[in-house]
């Protein structure tokens, strides 16, 4: 295994001034060409692309669209965490939306380095291969940069009228005070479509398998998959997910074999090995992750809580053991009771634990599901304990940014939308079958609706729900509370108050603004529909 140590880049910008130097470089040329001399440079920065890359998977990233969404309530001791993208209220001044946008804008100034100064660089003839790689790897960031920048602030892509469309900036120059506009939808994915070719070209020889650790051409191949979803070209679409399927490179799980409503044992479960253990056959890239300096960014949906825990452990001693958490956020009604409503759902008893949770007072408590789905790796923890598993989860984990599970979908949505009904139920019911679900018979509405279950069930929380309802043009008006008949119910108390919401699909706010503080530097930005005066 290839170890991507963390590389904490130093940028040169430019030489000492001495006196009144009319002759120096201007502001916007950079004298990177200190920065990167060789291929140790060169290594370096490969590093930080790859660790820059880590980060985004988690938190930040995929919390505030999510939380947007229909999946998810804030329990009543949530903090205020992403509060105006749940109750869509969400303002051009938003400090998160400022510094998600300055933060790719930054990741992609380091690819442009790479992407400028590497092609300069005469390398021997035996380090050819690495400078490809790490020049492929270069033209991959920036595409899953600028494509994730476009879910953002993109408008919707649309073929007939992507010539007119507003997407992103298209910045391919490091650290350039200019002020440029908004490139055009079309603009906007050539660019991104051209940067995963010349990625899939540099990397076709890095070696493919379970679990890789290196970026490769399919984990550009499974990118490109879902550029092309978002971007409604079916066929294509179909044709890059059907070949990663068939290589059979990255197999399925099958199912786990157990009672209804059983416990998963996770060291017997393949499904809950990949997620705990960050061990599996279907992840086609799964960044590298270490206890110690190279830890990702963590995705705090589980909460486990040590001080009501210790506080009930020493006022009942006993060998019972009751877990307490207190994640912001909590799956709803919908989502327990109705998308995860098979007993034979595997993923329902990895993904959700029933636990118990208080607001203040320790006293006052209800049980409930929470989210375990990125709970955290063991190996990963620093503190023991009888609860949660054996240890006190942190969220440490490795990131499956694709996994071969996406690609059934995609395929399947796809065929779905080319006419192609065989094949959208057959890639349908073999995922469906390895997460131990019967199959679906259903025709015609009936299938797309339970495609986008499925789609929905297997990439909970994972940052696509809200860009989903988007363009299926689907909003919602339910977040119900938890509860069961005859089972359990959450009051409302632990629940934080205000949240209800009417959301059409054609709110504008499906779009993010541009943030405030760019727009007032850059008055070149024009604005998405709907943010213009706010």
């Not at 009144?20 to 201007?26: A, K, N």
């Not at 939308?417 to 057959?426: Q, V």
Request: one cysteine or more; charged letters at 25%.
């Amino acid at each position: 295994m290839k170890i991507k140590y963390i590389a904490f880049i130093t940028l040169f910008f430019g030489f000492i001034l001495q006196g009144c130097d009319l002759d120096r470089y201007p502001a916007d040329n950079i004298l990177y060409r200190y920065a990167y001399k060789n291929m140790q440079d060169a290594k370096e920065w490969d590093n930080g692309i790859y660790s820059t890359l880590r980060g985004k998977f988690g938190g930040g990233y995929i919390l505030p669209q999510e939380v947007q969404a229909d999946m998810l309530n804030a329990h009543a001791a949530f903090g205020n965490l992403y509060s105006d993208f749940h109750g869509w209220t969400i303002k051009a001044d938003n400090e998160v939306i400022q510094e998600i946008y300055h933060s790719y804008y930054s990741a992609l100034n380091d690819v442009n380095v790479v992407i400028t100064r590497l092609p300069q660089l005469e390398v021997k003839t035996n380090d050819q291969t690495t400078k490809n790689h790490y020049l492929g790897n270069a033209y991959f960031a920036r595409a899953f940069y600028y494509f994730n920048l476009a879910m953002r602030w993109g408008m919707v892509y649309n073929e007939k009228t992507a010539d007119k469309d507003l997407g992103i900036i298209l910045v391919t120059q490091p650290a350039t005070i200019d002020k440029p506009k908004r490139a055009t939808n079309s603009q906007t994915y050539k660019q991104i479509l051209s940067d995963l070719h010349k990625a899939d070209s540099l990397l076709s020889d890095v070696p493919v398998k379970a679990g890789n650790s290196e970026i490769s051409a399919d984990a550009v191949k499974a990118l490109r998959a879902r550029v092309y979803l978002y971007m409604g070209k079916m066929l294509p679409a179909f044709n890059e997910a059907k070949e990663l399927i068939e290589r059979n490179t990255y197999p399925l799980i099958p199912p786990y074999e157990s009672k209804p409503g059983s416990k998963i044992n996770p060291r017997e479960d393949a499904f809950a090995q990949m997620w705990f253990y960050d061990n599996g056959t279907e992840q086609i890239w799964q960044p590298f992750v270490d206890k110690e300096n190279e830890i990702p960014t963590t995705t705090p949906l589980y909460g486990a809580d040590l001080s009501t825990t210790t506080y009930w452990d020493e006022k009942q001693p006993s060998d019972d053991i009751t877990n307490y958490n207190k994640p912001p956020y909590v799956p709803t009604r919908e989502v327990i009771n109705d998308l995860f409503n098979s007993e034979t759902d595997h993923r329902a008893l990895t993904l959700f634990e029933y636990v118990y949770t208080t607001v203040n007072d320790k006293e006052d408590r209800t049980p409930l599901f929470v989210i375990s789905k990125f709970k955290g790796n063991p190996n990963y923890a620093t503190l023991t304990s009888k609860h949660w598993g054996g240890y006190v989860p942190n969220g440490n984990q490795a990131p499956k940014p694709f996994r071969i599970a996406e690609q059934y979908l995609i395929a399947s949505e796809a065929a779905y939308n080319l006419g192609d009904i065989p094949n959208a139920e057959k890639y349908l019911n073999l995922l469906r079958l390895s997460r131990g679900v019967a199959v679906t018979n259903a025709t015609g509405e009936q299938l797309y609706q339970e495609i986008k279950k499925e789609r929905s069930r297997e990439l909970a929380y994972e940052g696509f729900r809200l860009w989903d309802l988007r363009r299926w043009k689907q909003g919602f008006s339910k977040r119900s509370f938890q509860g069961a008949k005859d089972y359990y119910k959450v009051p409302a108390t632990f629940y934080a108050p205000g949240f209800d919401v009417n959301i059409k699909p054609d709110n504008y706010m499906f779009i993010w603004p541009f943030p405030l503080n760019e727009t007032q530097i850059n008055n070149n930005i024009i604005n998405n529909p709907g943010w213009e005066d706010k």
